[in-house]
């Protein structure tokens, strides 16, 4: 298994808090669909 820097992991901005976060292996199937970085963001979209 190929390891990757962690400066050179996909990164994002959260639509909710403006936050930068980095990829997650638990997102691998569905990183294009990730916008939160967390639960809290995704629970209080409004």
């Not at 901005?13 to 990730?34: A, P, Q």
Request: glycine letters at 2%.
């Amino acid at each position: 298994m190929k390891r990757v820097a962690k400066s050179n992991l996909p990164t994002k901005t959260c639509i909710h808090c403006g936050l930068s976060f980095s990829w997650r292996k638990k997102w691998k199937k569905d990183w294009d669909n990730v916008r939160y970085c967390s639960e809290r963001c995704r629970k209080r979209k409004r």
